[in-house]
């Protein structure tokens, strides 16, 4: 069975950085893809990062948050990290990881990706 969980959100002041982390269980992280989105209230869901070791390590950021994200796997703990630095009021938003758990699951297939978790709320203060 597939299961993600995320951590590590919470309450961070702007200017700051912060960890989530994805822990991943039912499969390897050298089948499918990881993808960290964030869901604000009346906002629709939205891809922020992927991480795709089937593709090589390939990688996706969403153009508002290169260079402040970076996501990085631990295989061996089975844990996909979003590091956040810098970071803005703007990024205030549950987030979640996610991803497509068949073949053909990578960063260009984001639209298919589902989470698989509760979600972490991450709040930024100014």
């Known amino acids: 069975e597939v299961q993600l969980v995320e951590s590590g959100g919470g309450l961070v002041q702007a200017g700051g950085s912060l960890r989530l982390s994805c822990k991943s269980s039912g499969f390897t992280l050298d089948d499918y893809a990881i993808a960290w989105f964030r869901q604000t209230p009346g906002m629709e869901r939205e891809g922020v990062s992927c991480?795709?070791?089937?593709?090589?390590?390939?990688?996706y950021y969403l153009d508002s948050v290169r260079g402040r994200f970076t996501i990085s796997s631990d295989n061996a703990k089975h844990t996909v990290y979003l590091q956040k630095n810098n970071i803005n009021p703007v990024y205030t938003a549950v987030y979640h990881c996610?991803?497509?758990?068949?073949?053909?699951?990578?960063?260009?297939?984001?639209?298919?990706?589902?989470?698989w978790g509760r979600g972490n709320q991450v709040v930024v203060s100014s």
């Open positions: 996610e991803t497509l758990p068949r073949f053909g699951s990578s960063c260009q297939t984001l639209g298919y990706f589902k989470s």
């Open positions: 991480l795709s070791i089937p593709d090589g390590g390939s990688t």
